[in-house]
């Protein structure tokens, strides 16, 4: 694993211009969410959105804090992929939060507040209500 560690960041083919396309044809909820984390607009802390991890494109990721925010449409419910993917970035040392688009339209100041205690290590331990899946930090 360890030398699958050091590729996470590694350009995979197409995965580039794959995060490029999300950027042009975000969701408005990634639309809404992005305009309250760029430009270090949440406590100072920097968030790029749709990047390339292994064989995945995150919607955001803070990555001082390893930290992966992402948003998530009906489609996703009871997603086996979605955990695959999950315990892939947390086995990388990246902390994964989802949210539904609907509670990005509905609550964005519930979902920002939320990322923020994240963020600040007020919330650290796995939780299915937040739907929070922290790093696998037991190898480092």
Request: glycine share 6%; charged share 35%; net charge positive.
């Amino acid at each position: 694993m360890a030398g699958d560690q050091q590729d996470i960041t590694k350009r995979r083919p197409g995965k580039t211009d794959q995060a490029r396309a999300l950027r042009q044809n975000e969701t408005e909820a990634e639309f809404r969410l992005w305009s309250d984390l760029r430009n270090r607009q949440l406590n100072g802390h920097r968030f790029s959105r749709q990047v390339p991890l292994g064989a995945y494109v995150a919607d955001f990721v803070c990555r001082e804090r390893r930290l992966i925010v992402e948003l998530d449409g009906s489609q996703h419910a009871e997603s086996m992929a979605d955990e695959v993917r999950t315990r892939w970035l947390n086995d990388h040392g990246y902390s994964v939060l989802r949210s539904w688009n609907d509670e990005v339209l509905k609550e964005r100041r519930a979902v920002l507040e939320t990322i923020l205690a994240v963020l600040e290590g007020r919330i650290f331990a796995r939780c299915e209500t937040l739907r929070f899946s922290p790093a696998d930090r037991g190898e480092r």
